[in-house]
């Protein structure tokens, strides 16, 4: 009988399982890390550039999430400032006891924020990607 042969995804799975259980004695040092590749067959520069691999790739969702909060904080400060005119301007035409008129720019400025908000809500995936990307090569000094 044949020995049992694993798939790659089962490796990774197997292993990630393995690497928790150790993991909760306490973290993995470098040298941990190039003695567990080393019984699996792994060369040192392998280790060596899966480690540069997943730090940059860190940095990758470190700047996909700035990105991401950068752009809900701009989009409720620009709410905000829409409601606060808004309230003003409301205020303004029920002294005025002429036509309503507030609703007008209330409309015009509201489908500014509409297109904002969908901006914030549904961005373009790829172009944060290569903006994050971007961001990691500056932060990695790559370029």
């Known amino acids: 009988m044949s020995p049992r042969r694993f798939s790659e995804e089962e490796v990774s799975g197997i292993l990630h399982r393995a690497m928790k259980r150790r993991a909760a004695t306490g973290d993995f040092t470098k040298k941990d890390l ?28 470190e700047a996909m999430g700035g990105i991401a909060t950068r752009r809900q904080r701009k989009f409720l400060n620009h709410l905000r400032s829409y ?36 901006s914030v809500y549904f961005p373009n995936r790829d172009q944060d990607l290569a903006k994050a990307r971007r961001t990691a090569d500056r932060m990695a000094g790559r370029k």
């Open 83 to 118: 409601l606060i005119v808004m309230v003003l301007l409301f205020v303004i035409d029920l002294f005025d006891r002429g036509s309503y008129w507030f609703f007008w720019p209330m409309i015009g400025w509201g489908f500014f924020i509409a297109f904002h908000a969908s």
């Open 34 to 61: 190039m003695e567990a590749a080393k019984e699996s067959g792994l060369t040192e520069y392998e280790v060596e550039q899966a480690i540069q691999e997943e730090e940059y790739e860190r940095l990758v969702d």
